[in-house]
């Protein structure tokens, strides 16, 4: 047997000092410099904004790639160490931001279009008379954040339940997750569901008595996201190094000589579905309070998430954060710099809607570059 050490295979440990030597594994060097790099950011982001050096809007952009950097590494301990290739991470990130966006509605009261201080504006428009059942509850913040846990988790372990039992895999198990974003989107999308329609959840106010437009707040939900993403990595980690991520690493590798060996692989797929679940439906939260909260959210997000994952390499924790740094960074300058280069030869609206689009193909230009240089991703040589 072996345990992994950063991205690579050691033996493991032969004493009864076992535990200890774990615990030392879980913030080795790379995982202290994973964490220093992530608290540069949280620190210096706030402090470049506050000297000027950095636009107000840049601050919620940066922290909205933090969270699609969260997304990431929850797709990374699935994908990379689990060999579960989910398509259906784009509906656990939705559940998330849907929770979160329905108590920011509920905030609201009656500061709405209409003043309605039980129901929402589009409840009201829609003549709803009373508010649903399923809406109870979301005045409360914390009811809120146990909801964007709880609501993926409870889906992933229902859909994880019956598909790991039926041993469904590979391509066919991509395609049924996908089928369920679908599915959850198309409910999202009907006015009669009471989840906004087409229009979503918008026009949020505050958050905990906190102004969303201030600045402050802005940066106060950019830590947060911080905070969220090394949390996330170590959780990771705590699982990565365990005996229970040896054999998931197995379970991988080699399915069915694990299944020979007597363990119970449809408990592990399952564990690692869900916990990767729970901590999509948080980044979606997190992306939830940032921004406004869309029917299909999770699909444009899902598949940057996974550029993320191939730029920084697969199976390799740290690497969502530098892919989802890189990628955040490319799309920032581009759509800084571009429409003004292109203002040079056309006029202003043209010059803004090219420079514009090409910043989001930028994106797709370095992980092709990167796959160019290295095949397996920054950080996925040694995985």
């Known amino acids: 047997m072996s345990a992994l050490k950063g991205d690579?295979?050691?033996?493991?440990?032969?004493?009864?000092?076992?535990?200890?030597?774990?615990?030392?594994?879980?913030?080795?060097?790379?995982?202290?410099?994973?964490?220093?790099?992530?608290?540069?950011?949280?620190?210096?982001?706030?402090?470049?904004?506050?000297?000027?050096?950095?636009?107000?809007?840049?601050?919620?952009?940066?922290?909205?790639?933090?969270?699609?950097?969260?997304?990431?590494?929850?797709?990374?301990?699935?994908?990379?160490?689990?060999?579960?290739?989910?398509?259906?991470?784009?509906?656990?990130?939705?559940?998330?931001?849907?929770?979160?966006?329905?108590?920011?509605?509920?905030?609201?009261?009656?500061?709405?279009?209409?003043?309605?201080?039980?129901?929402?504006?589009?409840?009201?428009?829609?003549?709803?008379?009373?508010?649903?059942?399923?809406?109870?509850?979301?005045?409360?913040?914390?009811?809120?954040?146990?909801?964007?846990?709880?609501?993926?988790?409870?889906?992933?372990?229902?859909?994880?339940?019956?598909?790991?039992?039926?041993?469904?895999?590979?391509?066919?198990?991509?395609?049924i997750t996908q089928a369920m974003t679908y599915a959850l989107m198309l409910a999202f999308f009907r006015n009669e569901m009471g989840f906004g329609g087409n229009n979503g959840l918008t026009d949020f106010k505050d958050v905990l008595g906190y102004d969303l437009q201030s600045q402050d707040t802005r940066i106060g939900l950019f830590v947060l996201s911080a905070l969220a993403v090394a949390g996330g990595f170590l959780i990771c980690r705590m699982v990565v190094i365990s005996k229970a991520g040896k054999v998931i690493v197995g379970v991988r590798d080699a399915e069915s000589r694990m299944r020979f060996l007597g363990y119970r692989v449809e408990g592990y797929k399952l564990f690692v579905f869900v916990l990767s679940a729970m901590l999509a439906g948080l980044a979606g939260a997190l992306v939830g309070a940032i921004r406004s909260v869309q029917v299909g959210m999770g699909e444009p997000v899902l598949i940057l998430a996974f550029v993320v994952i191939v730029i920084g390499g697969i199976g390799s924790i740290r690497g969502a954060l530098v892919g989802a740094l890189l990628v955040g960074m490319t799309d920032t300058l581009g759509g800084v710099l571009l429409p003004p280069f292109f203002g040079l030869f056309m006029e202003g609206s043209a010059a803004a809607s090219l420079g514009s689009s090409l910043a989001s193909m930028l994106i797709y230009v370095l992980m092709a570059g990167v796959l160019v240089v290295r095949p397996s991703g920054l950080y996925g040589g040694r995985a």
């Open 8 to 175: 690579r295979a050691v033996p493991a440990p032969r004493s009864g000092h076992a535990a200890a030597l774990n615990r030392k594994r879980l913030l080795n060097t790379r995982g202290w410099t994973f964490l220093l790099v992530l608290a540069a950011v949280a620190i210096g982001v706030p402090w470049l904004n506050a000297t000027g050096a950095l636009p107000d809007y840049a601050v919620p952009l940066i922290g909205k790639y933090l969270c699609y950097a969260l997304l990431a590494i929850a797709l990374d301990l699935l994908w990379g160490y689990c060999g579960i290739l989910s398509l259906g991470h784009g509906a656990f990130f939705a559940l998330g931001g849907y929770a979160m966006g329905m108590h920011l509605m509920r905030e609201i009261g009656d500061r709405g279009v209409y003043a309605n201080p039980d129901l929402p504006d589009f409840m009201v428009f829609l003549n709803w008379q009373e508010l649903p059942w399923f809406w109870w509850g979301f005045d409360s913040f914390p009811f809120a954040i146990v909801m964007a846990l709880f609501a993926p988790g409870l889906l992933a372990f229902v859909f994880g339940w019956f598909a790991f039992r039926s041993r469904v895999t590979g391509v066919y198990l991509s395609i």
